[in-house]
């Protein structure tokens, strides 16, 4: 329940910037969404050979490029089954490191 929460604590304080995080075998992009409208976009190669550290390095290269200060909340969509209870992803496809 707690990204409900989450979600309800950026209505009710009105946010309106959010960074939405796709990440994919072959490329990690990170948005900016102002108001409802993209307003930055970044893509990276996502280095799906490489350690854990090295591919959560360019997840967090990428979400630092378009974030900013105000930001009200950050969502990652990834190709696997996610335990959000346990903050465990579970064999992302296409990246074996983090199988």
């Not at 900013?68 to 969502?75: A, K």
Request: aromatic letters at 6%; hydrophobic letters at 40%.
């Amino acid at each position: 329940m707690a990204p409900l929460l989450d979600y309800w604590d950026c209505i009710v304080k009105k946010k309106d910037k959010f960074i939405g995080v796709d990440l994919g075998g072959t490329n990690v992009r990170a948005g900016l969404v102002e108001q409802g409208e993209i307003t930055a976009i970044q893509k990276n190669p996502t280095l799906g050979h490489e350690s854990r550290e090295v591919v959560l390095a360019e997840i967090c290269r990428t979400i630092e490029s378009v974030f900013r200060p105000d930001v009200g909340g950050i969502g990652v969509g990834v190709p696997s089954v996610v335990d959000a209870d346990k903050g465990i992803v579970y064999s992302v496809a296409n990246i074996p490191s983090w199988q």
